[in-house]
């Protein structure tokens, strides 16, 4: 079945006229749009959730620095902070930052990760899918039509505006991956469509003009720790929609917003390396560090 889906209220709009899912309509937009089944679209999707659970598992059993030597030990430390004392929140809570942090240090090692939507921003649709998945204790069914859900997000997002932070900072990156995984949470907590749309938009409205300033123009700081707590971000969305709370903006008002909101946006803001952390006291220190340790 052939859809023309570039806008949220097209896709909301295909999923009441033919009465189904998101993960539905998308899973059969993308088997007719390159010629194949939808279980060959769900064998492919299934892949890269068996990637991600890799990674996350290689990156909780690591502390290696990066060449930098700037990052590589955060998850380390939480494990064992979560040892001596549980976090405040629960079981999730610890599982879902120790899974972000752990997926983007295995980025910086140059290990297998999945870009989901970019590198710099991979830790979080992972981190909030898996461990909602083994919280929940839910299907491997359940999770590949969560990650679907979380791929239309950020389809949705991508007619509209590059998932780059050179284009639109990091509310390209790390705010569409939050929003995807607030949808792919939602999913995996039995909300409706509506709902799965309005948790993806609460969460990308909330962090518009998030700023791309790599220090040494590195994706590691603020990178790595801005993972985890965007993860964090979707859930709060995820419970606000279950809620019944509304974004009063639209989705597609909201994107609208972000593209404008990168446009205005300063280019020194976005991963230049030329504007806020990277160029504060301590950003300029490390920079130079690294510039010796390279030998420029």
Do not use: W
């Not at 052939?2 to 009441?16: G, Q």
């Not at 993860?231 to 909201?254: G, R, Y």
């Amino acid at each position: 079945m052939e859809y023309s889906i570039s806008t949220f209220e097209k896709l909301l709009y295909a999923c009441n006229q033919n009465n189904k899912k998101i993960y539905e309509i998308m899973q059969e937009k993308e088997a007719f749009d390159f010629e194949i089944s939808t279980e060959e679209v769900r064998a492919k999707t299934l892949k890269n959730i068996n990637a991600m659970k890799d990674a996350i598992i290689s990156g909780l059993c690591s502390s290696e620095k990066s060449f930098s030597g700037l990052c590589g030990d955060d998850t380390a430390k939480l494990k064992e902070k979560y040892k001596a004392a549980p976090a405040l929140f629960g079981n999730l809570f610890e599982k879902i930052t120790t899974y972000a942090l752990a997926t983007m240090e295995e980025n910086l090692r140059m290990n297998k990760i999945v870009a989901c939507p970019t590198a710099g921003s991979c830790g979080i649709v992972p981190a909030v899918i898996i461990a909602l998945a083994q919280e929940k204790d839910v299907t491997q069914d359940d999770e590949v039509n969560a990650l679907i859900t979380a791929g239309t997000i950020g389809y949705i997002i991508s007619t509209k505006v590059a998932m780059a932070g050179a284009v639109a900072g990091c509310q390209a990156e790390c705010g569409v991956a939050s929003a995807m995984s607030a949808a792919a949470a939602t999913q995996l907590l039995g909300g409706s469509n509506k709902q799965i749309i309005n948790a993806a938009t609460l969460a990308l409205k909330n962090v518009l003009g998030l700023t791309c300033d790599p220090v040494g123009g590195l994706v590691e700081i603020p990178c790595v720790k801005r993972n985890a707590f965007l993860a964090i971000h979707a859930i709060t969305a995820a419970e606000l929609v279950l809620a019944n709370v509304e974004s009063k903006i639209p989705p597609d008002e909201v994107v609208d917003a972000m593209v404008q909101t990168g446009q205005l946006m300063s280019p020194l803001l976005k991963e230049t390396s030329m504007g806020g952390l990277a160029t504060t006291k301590s950003g300029i220190i490390i920079n130079r560090e690294l510039q010796k340790k390279e030998g420029i």
